[in-house]
């Protein structure tokens, strides 16, 4: 089996890569896979994600696909197909978008639609990428090579508002927390962050046991389940 995974951008993919390598590793063994795929933007993968998550969902029954997209902006997309306030609403988008593929390109009609579908996950990095960097606190503090105390965020972690996401606050917290006082560069700091997470389930749970970013757990779990590797403990 192979995971499909459709995300907007390289920074995307490289910190995802970086921060599930163990777990790959673990489903190799097992002649499982993941494949973590960019579409250059988020414009390009409302345009995308239905040709591709079809064409995976089609050409092999075991494979599964998510649709991986930001939340965050939603705004420019107003009035469209791919109109979007919230998650429910994301998630909508790509089904329809998915559906229509199945439909139209491959001529299945709207039973085996559904039954394809079930193979598919509507989700998205809410707001944003960044939300794993809020949530790697003590790696992110020992890359801006600080001892400030950092966290004063929305819990659930996931929880940002579009008025200030969580790439806007690792921006600022790079300009005001970093030693160096470099500017925050998705593709290379973010992997950097994520290659020092030892335990994904650190980003997930906060020392209380609840759950920081409950849209990226559901997210997990899913793949966990269909190739029976989770992806913590």
Not at 93 to 106: C, D, F, G, H, T
């Amino acid at each position: 089996m192979k995971v499909w995974i459709y995300v907007e951008g390289e920074s995307d993919k490289l910190a995802l890569q970086t921060l599930w390598k163990s777990w790959c590793e673990q489903l190799r063994t097992t002649s499982h896979g993941i494949r973590i795929v960019h579409l250059a933007g988020k414009s390009k993968f409302f345009q995308k994600i239905g040709p591709r998550a079809a064409e995976k969902l089609c050409a092999n029954k075991e494979d599964i696909v998510v649709g991986l997209p930001d939340l965050y902006p939603n705004q420019p997309y107003a009035g469209t197909r791919f109109e979007h306030n919230d998650m429910t609403q994301l998630k909508s988008v790509q089904i329809n978008e998915v559906s229509k593929a199945l439909e139209k390109i491959y001529g299945a009609n709207r039973q085996k639609a559904q039954q394809l579908l079930e193979r598919f996950l509507p989700s998205a990095l809410k707001h944003d990428l960044e939300m794993l960097l809020l949530a790697a606190t003590k790696e992110l503090r020992a890359h801006l090579r600080t001892s400030e105390h950092l966290g004063n965020w929305r819990n659930p972690i996931e929880d940002q508002n579009q008025n200030k996401p969580p790439k806007r606050i690792i921006e600022e917290l790079f300009r005001v927390k970093s030693k160096a006082r470099q500017a925050y560069r998705d593709t290379k700091d973010a992997s950097a962050i994520l290659r020092k997470v030892t335990d994904i389930r650190t980003i997930i749970f906060d020392a209380r046991n609840q759950i920081k970013c409950p849209v990226f757990k559901a997210l997990l779990d899913w793949i966990g389940e269909k190739t029976g590797i989770p992806a913590y403990q």
